[in-house]
């Protein structure tokens, strides 16, 4: 079964430094990977996404990802944090079947 | 653009009642989906429309759950019989589907349910 893992709980980073979310991922065939953003008490946002292609990705709000087939992982960054980048941050992959299965999230906070 | 637009925002009821989740897709999108948030699950996958294929339903829990799509937009979801493990917030989530299925899934705000 298509499986992402994040390891990680919370990732607190101070304002201006580099940010780096972390996935890794467990998939039979080719990878389809997304990264979401949630806000509270709202949905959530798509960022980027990997389907095919360069294994660096570049998304919405500065957001980049880099895919790696060797280690299998699927990492957000993002090079200068802002305060408002603190949220709820979701790796996924797609599934045969055209679910999505997603990590447990990662609560990102960035500290002034 | 209208997203994807779910109502109520907010449900509380007691247990025992039947309770129904109202969700409207971004216009064109074919493919519709239910995931439900809680905090001990995570995000959970509970049912897939695909335009006018069978639904796949092989996340709903139980069979007091249940969801219809008419006329290939809007979709409720319905949780009959409610029980406080039923608390959570049900996110929808609508994309392209077909020859888009590798876009993105856009999803509404969600409906947080509480069962007293």
């Known amino acids: 079964a298509q499986s992402v893992a994040q390891p990680e709980d919370q990732v607190n980073v101070a304002e201006g430094n580099p940010l780096t979310v972390k996935c890794t991922y467990s998939v039979s065939g080719n990878p389809y990977l997304f990264w979401y953003v949630q806000y509270p008490n709202r949905g959530l946002q798509f960022l980027l996404k990997y389907i095919t292609g360069d294994n660096l990705v570049k998304g919405s709000y500065g957001f980049e990802a880099e895919f790696n087939k060797s280690q299998t992982s699927f990492h957000l960054k993002k090079p200068s944090a802002l305060v408002s980048d603190s949220a709820l941050y979701f790796c996924?992959?797609?599934?045969?079947?055209?679910?999505?299965?997603f990590g447990k999230g990662n609560q990102v906070v960035v500290i002034p | 653009g209208a997203g994807v637009s779910q109502s109520p925002s907010n449900k509380v009821t007691e247990k025992g009642k039947d309770v129904e989740l109202r969700c409207d897709p971004i216009s064109g999108h074919t493919a519709l989906y239910w995931y439900r948030q809680s905090l001990g699950q995570g995000l959970e996958f509970l049912i897939y429309?695909?335009?006018?294929?069978?639904?796949?339903k092989s996340g709903l829990p139980s069979d007091r759950f249940s969801a219809e799509r008419t006329g290939g937009s809007v979709s409720t979801l319905t949780i009959q019989r409610t029980q406080q493990e039923d608390s959570a917030v049900y996110l929808c989530?609508?994309?392209?589907?077909?020859?888009?299925?590798?876009?993105?899934?856009?999803f509404g705000d969600g409906t947080r349910l509480s069962i007293l």
């Open positions: 996924a992959v797609r599934d045969p079947n055209n679910r999505l299965a």
């Open positions: 429309f695909q335009g006018n294929s069978a639904p796949d």
């Open positions: 989530a609508s994309s392209l589907g077909g020859q888009g299925i590798n876009q993105p899934q856009h």
